[in-house]
DNA sequence: AAACTATATCGTAATATTGCAATATTAAAA
DNA sequence: TTTTAATATTGCAATATTACGATATAGTTT
């Protein structure tokens, strides 16, 4: 049904998901990647940078910032986007955790 | 047009976004905690265990297979599910370097 | 072998995602 | 204030995802 049973589900876990979901397409693991090498940059940049049309990019930005990944400021007529470390950290330490666990767990696996 | 310009992108980018996309889904992020909690486990159990019919929970096991986040070993006329700790393992440290990079960033961000 | 058990696959309906042209919005510059 | 610049929104076509009933497949038990 493309439709989501999301009340079955903890708060956690739709978080975790949400976040981990935005991350799950290249173009946007991509600009997360250009984002992290120039710190700082507006829409326009990754416009040129990736081969995607401007309304495209507008709405991966848009994604990424509604899972709290990147964070934007209006700058005059621009908007000056960055990553939002804490998001990240989150996910990280989320998933390194379930491997740290699931390492120890592993030596009785089947 | 629900397709991605895969070609315009590095291996590394589609394979982190690969796994980051299995575990966009709160059954799948509710399955692998799952599997965290019991260790090993079957089809059967995770279908007694959420609110989903078996048919949707195999595919769901499907792209986490896929994903290179469980693997499993048949058992008889089951399948023994466990995680993979190296594919968890892979994609929490991207993201914590990822966040540890953008925090010393983060001191002149926008 | 027949019945049972466990899981996968097929088919399909409902919905979501991706990408972009066209257009709207908003602020700066001339 | 008209033009220019930067970004967002709308609308739409192509495709993907989600969920599940029905069915297939394969091993186990009797």
Redesign the pocket.
């Known amino acids: ?6 009340e ?1 589900f903890t708060e956690d876990q739709i978080r975790v998901s949400l976040i981990a ?1 935005a991350l ?5 693991i991509a600009i997360v990647e250009y984002l992290l090498s120039v710190n700082t ?7 040129n940078y990736l ?13 990424l ?1 509604n899972a709290g990944i990147i964070k ?1 400021t ?8 960055c990553i939002d470390p804490a998001t990240m950290e989150l996910i990280g330490g989320y998933f390194i955790k379930i491997a740290s666990i699931a390492h120890t767990n592993n030596l009785k696996c089947c």
Chains 1, 2 share one sequence.
Do not use: F, W
């Open positions: 049904m493309g439709i989501t049973k999301t079955s979901k799950g397409h290249p173009a946007r940059c507006i829409c326009g940049d990754i416009v081969p995607l049309a401007q309304p495209t990019v507008s709405q991966h930005l848009k994604e910032k934007g209006i700058e005059g007529n621009s908007i000056c986007y």
